[in-house]
């Protein structure tokens, strides 16, 4: 509990993300076992690992959507609790039907006062406010289009917009680039990566493969068995640090600056037996 | 020939029709928006069994109607996620209801036209207490949507993000679905337990395809319940054919108008296709 103050006075930022030793158990099931990272503001982190590592519950935790087992998890100071604005969502992505009558404008106005009760009254700095945050995902021109009509990087675009509009400190995306096609997963991390620039905004992506990340990210956290280790990419993405993490012989290759983990057969079996799903 | 207005009943007719059709396509918007026209109907059926017991113990109709869409509606709600592709499970317990009508209304054998009634709408013999009541139940419905309306879209929409936003998503499911319930009760009256889609869900999704806003959507859905109900109340007093029957046949009309129109006119109104986003 004394770090953060010394940190402060030697003159660094206060850490936006502080989790301490924490354990999530859904059922009998540990999905995260004793996890301890520090967010620093503005950091750009890919949140990676096989299925059922608890990527997402690492999110939900944040959000305050699951509550930790044992351990402790405080956001610019405070405890986690459900609707702060700090954070900005986006959850793995959702079908949406195509006679859905919102447009992007609408959809992207719930993440402004969605959570307030009653009917919104007609408001100019809320307009302008959803077009500019519009305008910087690039999507100005999906403000009148209907949502369910949109392709999924369009949709998506419309997400983070939606996630950006209450202006967080952090970034949650989860699995962003899960059902888009390689040109609209390049638009996507571009565009993460300069909003976080312009605004010296946290995120964390999760997402299935390091590679796309690779020259974005400042750090990775690899995530396994509910077990994790966060670092440079050329510190956590070794065979040594993977198989300590998997519990098994784990090798990485490198070919033409592309990262290539390869877990062997045990894993699979592993997998299966432990019910790894979600 | 008369006019229809000059006489109390259609008088009452015209008043409870307006009142209903409002509040059932108001109330239809977030029905089809959330995905629970079955469970509308179901609500229905369950309503049915509580309609005809409550004629069995000598109470009025509605009492018992309520009671069972009320109480069923909060089970409903609370088993919430647990239903959630449970249609089988709905469908036999749906059946078992109108079965159980079908019993009290063996039971009670003086007379059969309060079945027919219940099931298929009694909107040409409301009193004008049961305009009062239809009024005061129309009100509740339309000050609790309208409290609820923000966090209702955004839970029925993208439950995940509401919630992490603070919106207390299986609270509102739970209250929903007692409005669901009272919206249900009300559209009996009209056009009967069998028909209950015809006012809940058709209005609603007709207008759902041909706009683009939910304020949007619910205005249109108002104006097709109001038109249909108001349409339907008329022919009949002309006809020899009942309300409910009309009702439903414009109902399908519109839908199927929108159906057959609605691609071309929102590829008319449409975005010009995929224009790449502007970069940096």
Request: proline share 5%; aromatic share 8%; glycine share 10%.
């Amino acid at each position: 509990m004394t770090a953060p103050s010394t940190r402060r006075t030697v003159g660094l930022p206060a850490p936006l993300v502080e989790i301490q030793q924490v354990t999530v158990q859904l059922g009998t099931r540990t999905v995260l076992r004793d996890i301890s990272a520090t967010i620093w503001p503005g950091e750009f982190i890919g949140i990676i690992g096989p299925n059922g590592a608890g990527k997402s519950t690492l999110l939900r935790l944040l959000l305050g959507l699951v509550r930790p087992t044992a351990g402790e998890i405080r956001i610019l100071g405070s405890p986690v609790r459900r609707g702060t604005p700090h954070l900005g969502y986006c959850p793995q992505h959702r079908s949406f039907d195509r006679d859905l009558p919102i447009t992007g404008r609408e959809f992207v106005g719930l993440g402004l006062d969605g959570h307030r009760w009653g009917i919104r009254l007609p408001d100019a700095r809320r307009d302008a406010r959803i077009m500019a945050v519009l305008e910087a995902v690039g999507a100005g021109h999906l403000a009148d289009a209907p949502l369910g009509q949109l392709s999924g990087g369009e949709q998506q675009r419309l997400a983070i917009a939606q996630a950006l509009v209450g202006d967080p400190s952090l970034l949650l995306l989860d699995e962003p680039l899960a059902s888009l096609d390689v040109r609209s997963q390049g638009e996507i991390i571009e565009l993460v990566d300069r909003l976080r620039r312009e605004r010296a905004l946290a995120v964390l992506f999760v997402t299935h493969g390091i590679n796309p990340l690779l020259g974005v990210i400042d750090r990775v956290w690899y995530l396994a068995r509910g077990h994790a280790v966060i670092g440079p990419v050329s510190e956590v993405i070794r065979s040594d640090v993977l198989s300590q993490l998997y519990g098994l012989p784990v090798e990485v290759f490198e070919v033409q600056g592309r990262l290539f983990v390869s877990l062997p057969d045990e894993w699979a079996h592993h997998q299966h037996r432990d019910g790894a799903r979600r | 020939m008369s006019i229809p207005l000059q006489y109390d009943f259609m008088q009452n007719a015209y008043a409870a029709g307006t009142i209903i059709a409002i509040a059932s396509a108001v109330v239809g918007f977030f029905v089809v928006l959330r995905g629970l026209s079955f469970a509308a109907h179901a609500l229905s059926h369950i309503g049915f069994a509580g309609a005809t017991g409550a004629i069995l113990l000598g109470i009025d109709p509605l009492l018992g109607l309520l009671a069972f869409t009320l109480l069923s509606g909060l089970t409903m709600g609370l088993l919430g996620e647990r239903l959630r592709g449970r249609d089988v499970a709905i469908g036999v317990v749906l059946a078992f209801a109108l079965g159980l009508g079908a019993l009290f209304l063996s039971l009670y054998t003086r007379y059969a036209t309060q079945a027919y009634s219940i099931l298929f709408g009694t909107i040409l013999g409301v009193s004008r207490d049961d305009v009062i009541v239809s009024l005061a139940l129309g009100i509740v419905l339309l000050v609790a949507v309208a409290v609820l309306f923000r966090p209702l879209v955004f839970a029925s929409l993208d439950p995940e993000v509401a919630a992490a936003r603070g919106v207390p998503v299986e609270l509102i499911s739970v209250v929903f679905l007692m409005i669901v319930a009272v919206a249900v009760a009300e559209a009996v009256q009209v056009v009967g337990v069998l028909l209950v889609f015809t006012l809940l869900v058709a209005p609603a999704a007709t207008a759902s395809s041909l706009t683009r806003s939910p304020s949007g959507a619910i205005g249109l859905g108002v104006l097709l319940a109001l038109l249909e109900t108001w349409a339907g109340i008329t022919l009949a007093y002309y006809s020899r054919f009942p309300v409910s029957f009309y009702i439903s046949a414009l109902g399908f009309a519109f839908y199927l108008l929108a159906r057959l129109a609605g691609p071309r006119l929102s590829a008319r109104r449409s975005r010009p296709v995929d224009r790449p986003a502007p970069r940096g």
